[in-house]
């Protein structure tokens, strides 16, 4: 796909049949927030990912929910696979809800886009934009001190700056309760 030309994508393959899908940004970030609950059994969490097809639900169910991966994963049907998959899944450098005012402040600088009071925004065009901000802004900033393997910093001194500043910037983990299946129908209602 170029961006230049082609239309963001409305639909996903599953089967060699299209379906419709949600494409909103906060759509997609509801997704993610869902897919990396850990709290959330996996045959729950898989029917409620199911939600995002407009006009009905493939009937072959897993890879319906893989083709929802691959759209929050920005990849097309003609894209090729990463050939250099370790085994381990990549490193964490931002969370959408840890660094939600980072991330608003970043697009109200940048493009003076309110994400708050913007009526639609396509998921690709939003991940698009959020990777060409600036490496000043502060969202960028977390990103690259998280990203740094402290193992490569030779200077005793400036290793200790980083770890210092990769201590205020981590990832919290939070204290996660069991949603019941009431709460988590309710939010999806």
């Known amino acids: 796909m170029n961006i230049l030309f082609d239309k963001f994508p409305d639909t996903v393959c599953v089967n060699d049949e299209a379906y419709q899908i949600e494409t909103d940004f906060r759509e997609w970030i509801r997704f993610a927030k869902l897919v990396e609950d850990e709290d959330i059994p996996w045959q729950i969490k898989c029917r409620l990912l199911l939600r995002w097809y407009i006009d009905g639900i493939p009937d072959d169910l897993e890879t319906a929910v893989y083709a929802l991966g691959d759209f929050l994963a920005m990849k097309t049907e003609n894209a090729e696979e990463d050939e250099s998959i370790t085994g381990s899944a990549p490193k964490q450098l931002y969370s ?27 998921w690709w065009e939003f991940q698009t934009l959020f990777a060409g901000l600036p490496e000043k802004t502060e969202i960028k900033q977390r990103i690259m001190y998280r990203s740094i393997d402290l193992r490569t910093i030779k200077d005793k001194d400036e290793r200790k700056r980083i770890k ?26």
Request: a negative charge; one cysteine or more; glycine letters at 4%.
């Open 96 to 122: 959408f809800e840890q660094d939600a005012e980072c991330i608003y402040s970043a697009f109200r600088e940048v493009y003076g886009i309110n994400l708050q009071t913007i009526s639609y925004m396509h």
């Open 164 to 189: 210092k500043i990769q201590e205020i910037v981590a990832l919290k983990k939070k204290n996660r309760r069991i949603m019941t299946d009431y709460e988590i129908g309710d939010m999806f209602a």
